[in-house]
């Protein structure tokens, strides 16, 4: 999910909100089941939510698969989260509208290819309407047929294990089949803007 600059609304209402989830039925508590998820209370505001969301710092991510008998498919990503180490399962979630949502349902892999910060411009072009994105960028094939870009600060390729839908998203659960990492410093994305990593406090 991208992230842009705004105030941080810090209403009682807002608060209250963030507090006791609502559900369907008007009631306050956590949701059941995943397909619970209820859509954002009337006080809060998509554009809140975005900006509320964008002040949360991230690394960024190429997520890319090879669907069978068809072209590489890849867009930035920024909401790539660890899972779970035993077993070894990652999580990211891709707009339900998007075009690559077919790609990402056929194929039954998927690579997460953390970016460095000297890849800010691969992060561009994955995240534009570019026909030819895999023109730019050294890429190989992994062991199940995933996309891997050199150069990465590190990168999971993953057997698809679910694709949910949540929301204006589809979440995508996966099983780690291979890992590789790098000491090289990785690009932040906060706040709409991409940023280099800060000191060690
Ligand atoms: C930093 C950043 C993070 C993003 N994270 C996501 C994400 O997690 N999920 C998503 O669906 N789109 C995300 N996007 C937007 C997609 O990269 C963008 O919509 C891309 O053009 C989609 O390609 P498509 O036209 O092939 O769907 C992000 C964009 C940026 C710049």
Redesign the pocket.
């Known amino acids: 999910?991208?992230a842009a600059a705004g105030p941080v609304t810090t209403s009682a209402a807002a608060v209250r909100n963030a507090d006791a989830p609502v559900q369907p039925n008007g009631q306050a508590g956590p949701p059941s089941r995943p397909d619970d998820v209820v859509a954002a209370p009337a006080a809060v505001t998509p554009q809140e939510l975005r900006a509320a969301f964008g002040r949360f710092a991230t690394g960024?991510t190429i997520v890319a698969c090879r669907p069978p008998a068809g072209s590489p498919v890849g867009?930035?990503?920024?909401?790539f989260g660890s899972l779970s180490l035993d077993p070894p399962l990652v999580l990211?979630?891709?707009?339900s509208s998007?075009?690559?949502l077919p790609a990402f349902r056929a194929a039954p892999t998927f690579a997460i290819n953390v970016l460095a910060e000297s890849q800010v411009g691969l992060?561009r072009r994955?995240?534009?309407?570019l026909p030819d994105k895999f023109a730019e960028g050294l890429w190989s094939a992994g062991a199940g047929g995933a996309p891997l870009l050199a150069g990465c600060a590190a990168s999971f390729e993953c057997e698809r294990l679910s694709d949910q839908e949540a929301g204006d998203?589809v979440l995508f659960i996966g099983r780690v089949i291979g890992v590789a990492d790098a000491p090289v410093p990785p690009l932040v994305?906060q706040a709409g803007h991409y940023r280099l990593l800060g000191d060690i406090l």
């Open positions: 999910m991208s960024v867009l930035t990503v920024n909401s990211w979630s891709l707009r998007s075009p690559a992060s994955f995240a534009s309407k998203h994305f």
